[in-house]
């Protein structure tokens, strides 16, 4: 029941200093797996007894909204918003989840996994993100607000997308991983591995596949494959491509995902919108990418506080159903929430037969109170 993961154990403050040297470009490795030349610690996490956390929560700063980009139908990623999607109220119920199955390709089947490409990718065409800020006092500033200092800091570069060789960030991850770590303490039953790669100053998070997991997808049963599809349709379903306001399709000619009246197609996995946020964790700063299925069409907030996460789940029949639901499901699901700043969770509860039958909307700040009253219920 012990996760263990492969990190740089307690590199000392020298390593951390800004590099000497700037690297023009990041790369991500060839694989999945660590560089066999790369010299690695093993660590473990040791979960013990969950009393061990329970201490005060440390201070979670909202989530900012850097920038966004797209995976498109084949998994090719662009530093757009073209993916994005809103969220559409289907006007009946009753969503057959199964339409489309036959000519479902599984995720894992059609591509490999990017791992960190996408974000790399994202970080090098976006270097004015990663600037050191500084208020301006003089008259050129914009009302004492806060701006680039390049020039100052050394960063003189002709270009402000170029990727300074600081990014003046302490990690970088995809919000997967970090679920992974906010649930441990209360999900012993599924093991992970990650690598933690420290590079010029910042520690990269890349999740490493398992054993268990490589299993687990290998052994899957026709049943559970097909569970696996419902929720990409689930997402179909209920989203459109068309910003509000509009009568006509962003893009007319594509195939799965393109229409709010046509929804006999399959869904597509590898398709998919990512944000890009950066918040911060007492003293340690985080960016992360994370993929949002849509957002509201009339939003009051801006990103990612007008996102939408959609999930689905069998319909609860027994007080053991419930006390499975809130224990496991919920939990995951505001811990993914959460940590991007997503605020609203609209879930479609389904029966065996993967016809969803009800909806129900969860507030992702409620989710922690709602749970603790009813346990002591």
Known sequence: SMNEHMANSEPDQAALQPPKTKKPRLEAPSSGQPSSNIPLKMAEFPVGNLENFYKPCPNYRLPVEQGAFSLDGEGVCHLDRSQLRYYSHPARLNLDLKVGYDDYVPKTTNVPSNGLRPILRWINNNGEYFRPKLHSPGPEGKNGEISSSDSLLGFGSPSKKERPSNLCTNFISWRGMLTKLLCTPYNKTEPWKMAATLCDGTIYFNEIETKEKREREANQTPRERE??????????????REPPGSTTLQNPKSVSRSSTSDKSGTANPLEGFCTVVRTRMNTHSIVMAAEVDCCERIAKEKPPQNYVELKTSRVILTDRNKASFRRYKLMKWWAQSFLVGVPKI???????????????????????????????C
């Open 227 to 240: 569970m696996c599809y419902w929720g990409y349709k689930f997402e179909d379903y209920m989203t459109t």
């Open 346 to 376: 609209v879930c479609g509860f389904r029966n065996d037969d993967g016809i969803v039958t009800t909806l129900q909307s969860f507030k992702t700040a409620e989710i922690p109170r709602e749970t603790q009253v009813r346990r002591q």
